[in-house]
C-alpha cells in the first residue's frame, strides 16, 4: 500500500464526518445536536491532513525516485481505515429504538418536591419525564384528571396488549443512551419504533404521587407523527 492511500484513506474519513454532520442530520443519530460542530471541526481537520499528506507524499516519492529508493510501503492493518470511512460515507445505521429500550430499565427520574401549576390547556402538553415525575411525586395530584397528550416511539412487550411509548435520551453520544418510557393502555397498536403522539388520562392504580403510582396512560387517541429531527430529547409534543 503506498503511502498516497493514507493520505486518501483521512480524507474519506473527514469526508465521512463532514456528510454525517455536515450535509445531513445522520450524525443526530448517534450524538447531541451540542456535539455537531466538534464533528464539523474533525472532518474538517482530516481532509486538510489528508491534502496537505498527499501534497508531502507526492514530493517525497519524486524525490525517492530519484534515488532509486522507495520506502513507501504501510501496514495491511491500514486498510481497516477505509471500512468506517465507507460507512459513514455510504451506509449509516439505524438510529437508536425499540430494541434498545426494550432491553433497558427506565431511567430515573431527579426528585422533586415542588410543582409548577399545569396550564390550562386540555390535553396537556407533557414530556415523558414530566408525566412521570407528576405521577409518582406529584403530591397534589394534580393530573387526576386530566387529559395528557405525549409524543415517543412504539416499543412493544407490555403485558395485556399494552405497550411502552418511549424516548431515549442522551447525556453525550449513543453510548450512554437511557430511555424513558409510559406504559399505554388501550388505543391501536403500531408497529415498534412508529412514532405517536398519544393523549389520553392517566391510568389508575395504587396512591397518585408516590412510587407505587404506575406509569401508565389509558388512550384515547393514537395519531402516527413524523421522527422528529432530533429524537434524542425528551421533548413536549409540538402543536
Same mark, same amino acid.
Given at each position: 500500500?503506498?503511502?498516497?492511500? /493514507?493520505?486518501? &484513506?483521512?480524507?474519506?474519513?473527514?469526508?465521512?464526518?463532514?456528510?454525517? !454532520?455536515?450535509? +445531513?442530520?445522520?450524525? &443526530?443519530?448517534?450524538?447531541?445536536?451540542?456535539?455537531?460542530?466538534?464533528?464539523?471541526?474533525?472532518?474538517?481537520?482530516?481532509? &486538510?491532513?489528508?491534502?496537505? !499528506? *498527499?501534497?508531502?507524499?507526492?514530493?517525497?516519492?519524486?524525490?525517492?525516485?530519484?534515488?532509486?529508493?522507495?520506502?513507501?510501503?504501510?501496514?495491511?492493518?491500514?486498510?481497516?481505515?477505509?471500512?468506517?470511512?465507507?460507512?459513514?460515507?455510504?451506509?449509516?445505521?439505524?438510529?437508536?429504538?425499540?430494541?434498545?429500550?426494550?432491553?433497558?430499565?427506565?431511567? *430515573?427520574? *431527579?426528585? /422533586?418536591?415542588?410543582?409548577?401549576?399545569?396550564?390550562?390547556?386540555?390535553?396537556?402538553?407533557?414530556?415523558?419525564?414530566?408525566?412521570?415525575?407528576?405521577? /409518582? /411525586?406529584?403530591?397534589?395530584?394534580?393530573?387526576?384528571?386530566?387529559?395528557?397528550?405525549?409524543?415517543?416511539?412504539? +416499543?412493544?412487550?407490555?403485558?395485556?396488549?399494552?405497550?411502552? &411509548?418511549?424516548?431515549?435520551?442522551?447525556?453525550?453520544?449513543?453510548?450512554?443512551?437511557?430511555?424513558?418510557?409510559?406504559?399505554?393502555?388501550?388505543?391501536?397498536?403500531?408497529?415498534?419504533?412508529?412514532?405517536?403522539?398519544?393523549?389520553?388520562?392517566?391510568?389508575?392504580?395504587?396512591?397518585?404521587?408516590?412510587?407505587?403510582?404506575?406509569?401508565?396512560?389509558? *388512550?384515547? +387517541?393514537?395519531?402516527?407523527?413524523?421522527?422528529?429531527?432530533?429524537?434524542?430529547?425528551?421533548?413536549?409534543?409540538?402543536?
Amino acid at each position: 500500500m503506498k503511502r498516497f492511500l /493514507q493520505a486518501v &484513506l483521512l480524507g474519506l474519513c473527514g469526508l465521512g464526518l463532514l456528510h454525517v !454532520s455536515l450535509f +445531513t442530520d445522520l450524525c &443526530l443519530r448517534y450524538v447531541k445536536e451540542g456535539m455537531r460542530p466538534l464533528l464539523v471541526a474533525s472532518g474538517v481537520v482530516l481532509l &486538510l491532513l489528508g491534502v496537505a !499528506s *498527499a501534497v508531502l507524499d507526492k514530493q517525497k516519492e519524486e524525490e525517492e525516485g530519484h534515488s532509486g529508493h522507495d520506502h513507501s510501503s504501510l501496514p495491511r492493518v491500514a486498510w481497516l481505515l477505509l471500512l468506517p470511512a465507507l460507512s459513514l460515507l455510504f451506509y449509516a445505521p439505524p438510529a437508536l429504538g425499540a430494541y434498545t429500550a426494550s432491553r433497558q430499565p427506565p431511567k *430515573a427520574v *431527579a426528585e /422533586q418536591s415542588d410543582f409548577d401549576p399545569l396550564p390550562a390547556a386540555s390535553p396537556v402538553p407533557m414530556t415523558l419525564s414530566g408525566f412521570t415525575s407528576r405521577v /409518582q /411525586q406529584d403530591r397534589a395530584q394534580a393530573i387526576k384528571g386530566r387529559s395528557i397528550r405525549m409524543t415517543g416511539f412504539v +416499543t412493544l412487550g407490555g403485558p395485556h396488549g399494552s405497550w411502552d &411509548l418511549t424516548r431515549i435520551i442522551l447525556n453525550c453520544c449513543a453510548a450512554d443512551a437511557q430511555s424513558v418510557k409510559v406504559r399505554i393502555y388501550g388505543g391501536p397498536v403500531l408497529p415498534a419504533n412508529t412514532w405517536v403522539t398519544v393523549t389520553g388520562a392517566w391510568h389508575a392504580g395504587g396512591k397518585l404521587g408516590t412510587s407505587s403510582a404506575p406509569v401508565a396512560l389509558d *388512550a384515547r +387517541t393514537v395519531e402516527k407523527v413524523a421522527r422528529p429531527v432530533n429524537g434524542y430529547q425528551d421533548a413536549l409534543p409540538l402543536p
